[in-house]
């Protein structure tokens, strides 16, 4: 009964996102909707950024086994990287009406900064896309009692999610993610309500997460604890900045004030919803502490997955997974659809500048299916989990991309030089230090790129130019549009052709 109702869910969700692939008549429609989505459908694309695999089981799991200091980087950070983005991309971006970061970096610093920026955009998704996909085995694997292995729910999954972004895009997306909201909200605050009757309340569960230390948010007074602490909050708050999905379901609003309160509403409702599936798993600890307990230390990405299937009547394991698998089904669309639309149109459109528009929406498609396989094929040889998946999927954008875009709208005076030092001196630096150091490193790797980085697009700008580039004339984009002094700002317009 349980997997007959996941399967009719499943294809209904397919159902309207091909419905909505119809509506798909353009690239822009594809990339980024059209720019037309309202208040309401904006907020919950904006949630669903991030409510999936990471949210329901890796910041769960982790909660149960290390408490609120080990969630600082989600919903702490990510939430916040909701809001700043928000403000960021309305205030400056959202008016050049482009479809991709990529596109910002080559208006702003010349063709070979949007190639590397869009490389180390579309590698750190690698990470977090397969945390979807691997999500999605174990779901897979669980209603159907095991009759599929995690690895054959991986490849289900994967087709199920492709068949409907490679049709309708993030217009498919955009509407499954406001669909999807309600059945995720109501859904958890429905097992969360059944679990805390078997716990005789939420109180008793928050005395016993006190009693246990997991409420404890700050690290004790060692320079190493606050510095792993301070760089797990800043990789999720600003590397994730620099993302195309963040972009797209910001950028995909009617209007610059829809996109900014769209982002702050979404990211306030994820903040505080993600506390629901935390609250959960640490229930199981008291509903049954010796099974639970024993799964704490083996396996804690199946306590709240375990737990519904073994302490709660079939509607509730089918209200549970359906609205799971809203989740994640929602979160892996667009993290799929935003690297394979940055790769089309900052690498592929750059060797063919006159492609139409109706070759180069067939090449976002194929090039979607392309990266799905890629994503597959690392998920099922990855012994990560989910939450050190997601963790470490920004920290190529922390080191290599978030300086140059921020630097890039404010600084009038960075120049293309200055934006390869950054790139260059960020990544190395990340690299270098955790190859030689690792964990043991002084100060974390990823921060040792983001302050070379900063050195690099300052030092590199301000020293005699040895490298140019075409793009610096666009100092001030916000400013730029209204005036005019640019044709690469022609409303609705990308094209390369003047580039």
């Known amino acids: 009964m349980l997997l007959t109702f996941i399967v009719l869910y499943l294809l209904v969700s397919i159902s309207i996102g091909v419905?909505?692939?119809?509506?798909?008549?353009?690239?822009?429609?594809?990339?980024?909707?059209?720019?037309?989505?309202?208040?309401?459908?904006?907020?919950?694309?904006?949630?669903?950024?991030?409510?999936?695999?990471?949210?329901?089981?890796?910041?769960?799991?982790?909660?149960?086994?290390?408490?609120?200091?080990?969630?600082?980087?989600?919903?702490?950070?990510?939430?916040?990287?909701?809001?700043?983005?928000?403000?960021?991309?309305?205030?400056?971006?959202?008016?050049?009406?482009?479809l991709t970061l990529g596109d910002f970096f080559r208006l702003r610093f010349g063709r070979g900064i949007e190639v590397l920026t869009t490389l180390a955009i579309v590698a750190?998704?690698?990470?977090?896309?397969?945390?979807?996909?691997?999500?999605l085995g174990l779901i897979l694997n669980m209603v159907t009692d095991g009759a599929?292995?995690?690895?054959?729910?991986?490849?289900?999954?994967?087709?199920?999610?492709?068949?409907?972004?490679?049709?309708?895009?993030?217009?498919?997306?955009?509407?499954?993610?406001?669909?999807?909201?309600?059945?995720?909200?109501?859904?958890?605050?429905?097992?969360?309500?059944?679990?805390?009757?078997?716990?005789?309340?939420?109180a008793p569960v928050i005395e016993s997460?006190?009693?246990?230390?997991?409420?404890?948010?700050?690290?004790?007074?060692?320079?190493?604890?606050?510095?792993?602490?301070?760089?797990?909050?800043?990789?999720?708050?600003?590397?994730?900045?620099?993302q195309q999905d963040v972009f797209q379901r910001i950028t995909s609003a009617r209007t610059a004030q829809i996109a900014l309160w769209g982002s702050i509403l979404g990211a306030t409702i994820y903040f505080c919803f993600t506390f629901v599936p935390m609250f959960i798993a640490y229930a199981s600890t008291l509903v049954d502490a010796q099974v639970f307990g024993a799964l704490l230390e083996s396996d804690p990405q199946r306590l709240l997955p375990t737990l519904v299937m073994t302490h709660t009547p079939l509607l509730a394991q089918i209200v549970f997974f359906g609205a799971v698998l809203a989740a994640i089904m929602s979160c892996s669309s667009a993290t799929l659809l935003a690297p394979s639309v940055s790769f089309a149109e900052n690498i592929i459109r750059g060797f063919y500048p006159e492609m139409r528009d109706h070759t180069f929406l067939w090449v976002m498609r194929g090039t979607i299916v392309g990266f799905a396989s890629i994503v597959l094929v690392f998920a099922l040889h990855s012994e990560a989990s989910i939450f050190q998946m997601v963790e470490n999927a920004y920290k190529v954008t922390l080191a290599g991309a978030f300086v140059p875009l921020v630097?890039?709208?404010?600084?009038?005076?960075?120049?293309?030089?200055?934006?390869?030092?950054?790139?260059?001196?960020?990544?190395?630096?990340?690299l270098v230090t955790e190859f030689l150091f690792g964990e043991g490193a002084l100060l974390p790797p990823q921060l040792v790129g983001l302050g070379m980085s900063a050195i690099g697009i300052f030092a590199g700008s301000l020293l005699p130019q040895v490298i140019r580039g075409h793009g610096e004339h666009l100092a001030r984009p916000h400013h730029a549009h209204t005036a005019g002094r640019s044709p690469h700002l022609v409303p609705g317009h990308h094209s390369r052709a003047t580039d």
Not at 55 to 74: N, Q
Not at 124 to 132: E, H, I, P, R
């Open 19 to 98: 419905a909505a692939g119809m509506r798909v008549r353009n690239s822009k429609d594809f990339a980024v909707a059209g720019r037309h989505l309202p208040v309401p459908v904006v907020t919950a694309t904006v949630f669903a950024t991030w409510f999936g695999a990471e949210a329901v089981f890796g910041v769960s799991a982790t909660f149960a086994t290390e408490g609120l200091r080990g969630v600082v980087a989600d919903p702490f950070g990510s939430s916040m990287c909701l809001i700043l983005a928000g403000i960021f991309f309305a205030r400056y971006l959202y008016r050049l009406n482009i």
């Open 124 to 135: 750190s998704y690698l990470g977090w896309v397969s945390a979807q996909i691997k999500a």
């Open 148 to 202: 599929l292995s995690e690895s054959t729910g991986m490849l289900v999954g994967t087709l199920i999610v492709l068949t409907y972004t490679t049709l309708g895009g993030m217009l498919s997306v955009a509407i499954l993610d406001f669909v999807q909201m309600g059945v995720v909200i109501g859904g958890l605050l429905f097992i969360a309500s059944l679990v805390s009757d078997q716990t005789g309340g939420v």
């Open 209 to 242: 997460a006190r009693a246990a230390g997991r409420l404890d948010f700050f690290p004790p007074p060692s320079l190493a604890e606050w510095l792993s602490f301070l760089a797990a909050w800043v990789t999720m708050m600003l590397g994730s900045i620099p």
């Open 407 to 430: 630097v890039g709208a404010l600084w009038p005076r960075a120049t293309t030089q200055g934006a390869y030092a950054a790139i260059l001196l960020g990544i190395g630096a990340w």
